[in-house]
Structures are given as C-alpha cells and as structure tokens.
C-alpha cells in the first residue's frame, strides 16, 4: 500500500458530518484495532479545497476515540495521510489521521492541526 501525506494547509473548512464511531469488520462484526490494541475509530468529514465550490465527504481512521466531536462542528486533522490500497481486484482510497480534535482545541500528539504553519518542512 502506497501512503501519501495531505497537505492540510490546502483545504478550506473541514466539519464532521458523521460523528466519531468504531470501526467494525463487516463479515465478523468486531470492532477493530490497530497493531497496538487501540480501538479503531472513524469520523465523517466534509473536505473543501478554497478555490472549489463543491465538497467530498471522507471517511478518516484514527487510532483512539476523538473526544468533544460531534456532527456540525469544525475540526482540526493532524497527519492525515491518504493510503491506495487493491484487494481482489478492487481499488480505493483510505484515510487515517493520528488525531482529531475540534478546531481551537490543541492537538495531543504534537503535531500540527489543520490550518496551522508548520515551522519548518512541509508534506506533498
């Protein structure tokens, strides 16, 4: 699977249209986790590049459950990255993020939410 960082930075306003609920394996019913154990969470977020009028709605994995997101609000994506994947000849983009918060809220990993300068570096 091929990984590629987004850069946030591009976007306009990113808001949860579906509020944060566990990731569940179709076929078996469990929820999922990640290599460490952590429950896989996913949030709906509508993502609007500035100069575009029209909006996509992206499903975006993180590895705990996001507290204080709730649908209508504005949100901060921190190390969102867009992964290609193929199975059984079928293709398709997922995303994962390590966190999501609301916007205004700081972001516990360290890293840079949406919308913030980076001080130095930059992603593709």
């Known amino acids: 699977m091929q990984t ?7 976007l306009g306003a990113l808001m949860c249209v579906v ?15 990640d290599r460490e154990g952590n429950v896989i969470y996913v ?3 509508s993502v609007r590049q500035r100069d575009n009028r029209r ?3 992206i499903e975006v994995a993180v590895p705990s459950e996001p507290h204080g997101i709730a649908e209508g609000m504005r949100v901060n994506v921190v190390d969102l990255v867009a ?5 059984e000849g079928r293709k398709g983009t997922s995303f994962r993020a390590s966190e999501i918060t609301p916007q205004g809220a700081p972001a516990t990993t360290g890293a840079v939410p949406a919308g913030r300068a980076k ?4 992603e593709a």
């Open 55 to 57: 909006a996509d709605v």
């Open 83 to 87: 992964v290609a994947w193929e199975i």
């Open 4 to 10: 590629i960082p987004v850069d946030v930075r591009r």
């Open 43 to 45: 949030v709906g977020i």
């Open 19 to 33: 509020p944060p609920e566990p990731r569940v394996n179709q076929e078996t019913g469990e929820v999922r986790k």
């Open 119 to 122: 001080s130095s570096g930059g």
